[in-house]
């Protein structure tokens, strides 16, 4: 690739940090990156730069970290690098006036095939409901969010064991492939601009908070199995277990049911531990307890013994 073009990169987490490092490999000419200002983090809130800014300096790269991307001397500064194209991957919603200032407009890398799953956690939200495949996809930043014109997809399948954690690894390389890619063609002037199609049938990717994680028993097996892939291994989801909140990483559906109530489980104290959903039982196979490390259900059950009758309440929502 010719490096022509004048690109101001924006991301912060790690899944950021191959797009740019693939446009940089590929000789693209990033004038500058933009992520988030460093926080503290850690029992001594030690200040912690973002993966992306960690690679952007082992690279040689400029570094910019606005508090406010309004801010007059922010706004001054990314005037000055006369970018001819910006690229967004995982960063946070830019204010017009920031999109809108290359020559060449801003594009974004999405974890889903757009219309599908816009919002904060595509990749999470499409194993959540199912899906046997998702994608990624890169479109043109316009005033509502993820809804602007498309320029490429890449499809990817969804397997039966996927995680969330194992998609989002090669979401990120697919879509680090897909940006060199969209940016070759942006540079020869050749290039798709696809309106996306509104039809009612969208399902939403919203950010995931703590009580979006919360199992409900009554559930079927395959949906608590499927939201339970979506969630892990970060946020995870979780259910009460004596008293403690258990976060649970993997699990098998077992191919029969019984009339137990939902939310209610079996073991041996030894090797499984069952859940009663709305039309079955779950094996958990991982876990973690509250205040323990992550662990087999083996290796939990030999330090952890359980009893039936401790159950505190089960996980389940009345109302629904």
Known sequence: MSNSLRIVFMGTPEFAVA???????SKSNVVAVVTAPDRPAGRGQK??????????LQA?????QPEKLKAPDFLETLRSLQADLQIVVAFRMLPEVVWNMPPLGTFNLHGSLLPQYRGAAPINWAIIQGETVTGVTTFFIEKDIDTGKIIFQDR???MPDDDAGTLYERLMHKGAALVVRTVEAIETGHYPQVEQNETSSLQPAPKIFRETCELDWTHTSQTLHNKIRGLSPYPAAWCNLSDLTCKIFKTKILEENGDAQPGVFRTDNKTYLHFKTGDGWLSILNLQLQGKKRMDIDDFLRGNRLNPTDWSRPNVKEDQ
């Open 60 to 64: 040689g790269l400029t570094v910019l």
């Open 19 to 25: 797009s740019l490092k693939s446009l940089v490999e």
């Open 47 to 56: 200040l912690l730069a973002s993966p992306v800014k960690t690679y952007a």
């Open 156 to 158: 990817e399948n969804i």
